[in-house]
Nanobody, 127 residues
Framework: QVRVVESGGGLVRAGASLTLSCSAS????????MGWFRQAPGKDRAFVAA????????QYADSLEGRFTVSRVNGGNTINLHLSDLRPDDTAMYYC????????????????????WGQGTQVTVSS
């Protein structure tokens, strides 16, 4: 049974930084394509970032590149998302997702390409 668990969310002030973490276990390979999405109240789930199995390919939502950074921890199925210069409109539930059997350098941006999802971690940014 694949399990995806996020952590690290919280309440911060505008301009602050935060690091979210995601770990996957159970039934996965040692290294899978993983990504982050977010869903703000009243809005659809949106792509944030993804990192390939090879770690050589990272993808970001256009509006977030430069402020958010995705990285893999110790070359395994734990990834971090570092959020900097946070703004109130970054307030959302942040979800981690895993895609099985992805090509080594692929980094998917569509939610439909991911097989397993975590429960989410809430990030709230006050002004």
């Amino acid at each position: 049974q694949v399990r995806v668990v996020e952590s690290g969310g919280g309440l911060v002030r505008a301009g602050a930084s935060l690091t979210l973490s995601c770990s996957a276990s159970g039934g996965t390979s040692t290294l899978d394509l993983m990504g982050w999405f977010r869903q703000a109240p009243g809005k659809d789930r949106a792509f944030v970032a993804a990192i390939s199995r090879s770690e050589e390919n990272t993808q970001y939502a256009d509006s977030l590149e430069g402020r958010f950074t995705v990285s893999r921890v110790n070359g395994g199925n734990t990834i971090n998302l570092h959020l900097s210069d946070l703004r109130p409109d970054d307030t959302a539930m942040y979800y981690c997702a895993l895609a099985l059997l992805a090509p080594r350098h692929a980094a998917y941006v569509d939610a439909e390409d991911y097989n397993y999802w975590g429960q989410g971690t809430q990030v709230t940014v006050s002004s």
